[in-house]
């Protein structure tokens, strides 16, 4: 017997609301707003929109309880604030404190009566019911709220009303009606072209796929959400997708992968702050370790979920944890235990209407009566529960429960020494079990499938991190991965090298193209090995021109020092490159300046990581007024490598005062070493 999964299929479309005893207990903090006019409390609530948005929710909270200890408040601002307010909440599974500042919403939006606001209240109530596992009140919201939103010609509203009402379905395991409604928002929502919807419903498909065991079309709909929402740094949905992707491993029985994905959509729950998306996380742990016969850590886990959803109020998650615990206790032979978890259980899935949950109860606590040594042993109490435990299996279609009861109502008769009924049901149980072993079997076949496209799709990430590892520099392309949008960093001092082929033109006019290619691909290649040899982090190249720094991402002193022995490892590297076209020498000019500069990432599609500044343009006219084979530098340069090394056989030649275009008279140097100047 398996304890029960925790499916994750839970969207942030959301309003929710804070009581006035809730904000007045910050009122302490209305002395620093006091000043603060209609606009600036706008703008503060538009930044806490954004953190919302970004996922720091607790910052959100911050910010909008600043603005709520501010009074009196317009009726908009203060609405706005306790919707953007509650939207903090909700997403960390706060249910039970948004409640009842969702039906202040809703009382103030029927007050103003403005439809769009109202329908947006029905939502947020009906979300929040469904949370709590008040599943018909849920509907009867969120059905209002799509038929406002439908008179009102809301796309995205619209949208996010099918999703909702789906995931109520889904919840009450009508998963039929629950995949109508996901497929009807998909549609809307990609005619939008909203991609954090897209993301969330095509994650909500999975599930259902993977609750009917269509494995491969569950990872299909997973594996399309986690790319959207890892592009786009959605990180709550990358959470959620994490730890759905995980059960399909689960139910394929690999619990190690089970558990790596688990712990990934912990870690990035923990970072959230979402309580609901650890409960779940933590649950799902427990269930792993429950199969790999682990049991003290399995309750370990399911205690720590239970603490969780006890203090969220989702009776759903505390109904499943424990009927989980329940199992547990079967396991460890703790009759007792296992029959006081589960009924607590039953009782509470009974209340829901959750036809699955009501079945696997049954399934425990039959089993449970039918065990010789439980002092509470009891043959026709065990008869009855397995019975009802068919009885309901069959009516929502879950064939393992079927067959996993008759197999104890089999060996119940045995025990008893009714052959005739023993031997009536083992034959109910053997046809089932092999109808169902023969699906498992096919599944088995189809596991190398999932793997390998797994592995495909792994392989598939890896190129893109090579490829984005190799034109952008490694600390830049995390931060891409991470889901950083703007990365634009400033840098105090920083050391930037030029350097630019002699005698180019030249070449190309005899060099055919395709060698003139390969000298130039051989020698930016050895560069390439100097700047990580030296630790600085090469740019760009634009033609015959090599752009190189040191400083940055990473900050360091010695930029300058760095930056020097490798424009002079450049210059021993080239001398030694054979000659391309008689009577014509490979010879290149290298300029240093050392300064302040801005970089950052420009290009969406294509990206390119590139530095802007005064100091850039300074370090490109060392290079374009010095002279072949040397190192022109500037008298900033001189300085900063002065000030930091300890390499004696560094020295600088005066070439005096110098008109450089663009900059007027500057005082220049060329960079030399004693154990190889002449």
């Known amino acids: 017997m398996r304890p029960a999964?925790?499916?994750?299929?839970?969207?942030?479309?959301?309003?929710?609301?804070?009581?006035?005893?809730?904000?007045?207990?910050?009122?302490?903090?209305?002395?620093?707003?006091?000043?603060?006019t209609h606009e600036q409390l706008h703008e503060h609530l538009s930044r806490a929109a954004a953190e919302n948005s970004k996922g720091t929710y607790s910052e959100a909270e911050r910010l909008t309880r600043e603005v709520l200890t501010f009074q009196p408040l317009d009726k908009d601002i203060y609405f706005r604030a306790l919707s953007i307010l509650s939207d903090s909440l909700w997403y960390r599974g706060r249910a039970k404190e948004a409640l009842p500042i969702a039906e202040e919403v809703l009382v103030l939006a029927q007050q103003a009566e403005v439809r769009q606001d109202l329908a947006d209240a029905f939502q947020s109530i009906g979300r929040l019911y469904d949370s709590l596992s008040e599943y018909p009140r849920a509907l009867e919201y969120l059905e209002k709220s799509l038929v406002i939103n439908e008179e009102l010609g809301r796309k995205a509203n619209i949208a996010s009303a099918l999703l909702n009402i789906g995931i109520v379905f889904e919840n009450l395991s009508d998963y039929p009606r629950g995949l109508e409604y996901?497929?009807?928002?998909?549609?809307?929502?990609?005619?939008?072209?909203?991609?954090?919807?897209?993301?969330?419903?095509?994650?909500?498909?999975?599930?259902?796929?993977?609750?009917?065991?269509?494995?491969?079309?569950?990872l299909e709909y997973f594996q399309k959400a986690l790319s959207i929402s890892v592009e786009f740094g959605m990180r709550e949905i990358t959470a959620r997708t994490l730890s759905n992707i995980g059960l399909v491993y689960y139910y394929l029985s690999d619990f190690h992968q089970a558990l790596d994905y688990f712990r990934q959509s912990l870690s990035l729950n923990e970072s959230l702050g979402r309580q609901d998306g650890i409960a779940g996380n933590l649950g799902n742990i427990g269930i792993?370790?429950?199969?790999?016969?682990?049991?003290?850590?399995?309750?370990?886990?399911?205690?720590?979920?239970?603490?969780?959803?006890e203090k969220l109020g989702r009776?759903?998650?505390?109904?499943?944890?424990?009927?989980?615990?329940?199992?547990?206790?079967?396991?460890?032979?703790?009759?007792?235990?296992?029959?006081?978890?589960?009924?607590?259980?039953?009782?509470?899935?009974?209340?829901?209407?959750?036809?699955d949950g009501i079945a696997n109860n049954l399934l425990t606590i039959g089993s449970v009566y039918k065990i010789k040594l439980f002092e509470g042993y009891s043959t026709e109490k065990a008869e009855e529960y397995l019975l009802k435990a068919i009885e309901v299996s069959q009516e929502i279609g879950v064939k393992h429960i079927v067959y996993e009861c008759y197999q104890a109502?089999?060996?119940?008769?045995?025990?008893?020494?009714?052959?005739?009924?023993?031997?009536?049901?083992?034959?109910?149980?053997?046809?089932?079990?092999?109808?169902?072993?023969?699906?498992?079997?096919?599944?088995?076949?189809?596991?190398?499938?999932?793997?390998?496209?797994?592995?495909?799709?792994?392989?598939?990430?890896?190129?893109?991190?090579r490829i984005l590892h190799n034109i952008l520099p490694k600390e830049i392309a995390l931060r891409i991965r991470r889901g950083d949008k703007d990365i634009v960093?400033?840098?105090?001092?920083?050391?930037?090298?030029?350097?630019?082929?002699?005698?180019?033109?030249?070449?190309?006019?005899?060099?055919?193209?395709?060698?003139?290619?390969?000298?130039?691909?051989?020698?930016?290649?050895t560069f390439d090995v100097l700047a990580e040899k030296h630790g600085c982090e090469k740019i760009k190249t634009i033609g015959d021109c090599y752009m190189v720094v040191a400083g940055l991402p990473e900050r360091c002193d010695n930029h300058a020092e760095r930056l020097a022995l490798m424009a002079l490892d450049m210059l021993k590297a080239i001398e030694e490159?054979?000659?391309?076209?008689?009577?014509?020498?490979?010879?290149?000019?290298?300029g240093i300046h050392s300064g302040s500069v801005v970089a950052g990432i420009i290009g969406k599609n294509k990206y390119a990581y590139d530095l802007w500044g005064d100091a850039v343009n300074t370090a490109s006219r060392m290079e374009s007024h010095g002279e072949p084979g040397k190192i022109h530098v500037s008298?900033?340069?001189?300085?900063?490598?002065?000030?930091?090394?300890?390499?004696?056989?560094?020295h600088f030649v005066p070439r005096g005062e110098l008109s450089i275009k663009g900059k007027g008279t500057m005082n220049t140097y060329f960079l030399e070493n004693s154990n190889t100047a002449p």
């Open 5 to 36: 999964v925790s499916i994750t299929s839970k969207t942030v479309f959301l309003f929710g609301k804070i009581c006035k005893e809730f904000l007045l207990s910050a009122i302490t903090l209305s002395s620093l707003y006091n000043f603060m």
């Open 182 to 218: 996901y497929l009807k928002a998909l549609a809307i929502e990609e005619e939008l072209g909203e991609q954090r919807s897209i993301a969330q419903t095509l994650g909500n498909i999975g599930n259902i796929y993977n609750s009917i065991s269509d494995y491969p079309r569950a």
């Open 288 to 309: 792993v370790y429950d199969c790999m016969q682990e049991y003290s850590q399995a309750l370990e886990y399911y205690h720590k979920a239970l603490s969780i959803g």
């Open 315 to 355: 009776k759903n998650s505390i109904a499943q944890t424990l009927g989980n615990i329940g199992i547990a206790y079967v396991n460890l032979s703790d009759n007792s235990q296992a029959l006081e978890y589960t009924l607590r259980a039953l009782a509470i899935n009974e209340e829901l209407g959750r036809k």
């Open 409 to 465: 109502l089999s060996e119940l008769y045995e025990q008893e020494g009714d052959a005739v009924k023993a031997l009536h049901h083992f034959k109910k149980y053997h046809a089932i079990e092999k109808e169902v072993q023969s699906e498992e079997i096919k599944k088995l076949a189809q596991r190398a499938t999932y793997e390998r496209q797994i592995g495909e799709m792994q392989r598939e990430q890896d190129v893109t991190d």
């Open 489 to 525: 960093d400033s840098y105090e001092s920083v050391s930037i090298l030029f350097a630019d082929i002699v005698n180019f033109t030249t070449l190309t006019q005899h060099v055919v193209s395709h060698k003139l290619v390969a000298f130039l691909n051989t020698t930016f290649n």
């Open 577 to 590: 490159f054979p000659a391309m076209v008689e009577g014509v020498s490979i010879n290149m000019r290298i």
């Open 635 to 650: 008298e900033e340069f001189t300085r900063g490598l002065a000030a930091n090394t300890t390499d004696t056989n560094l």
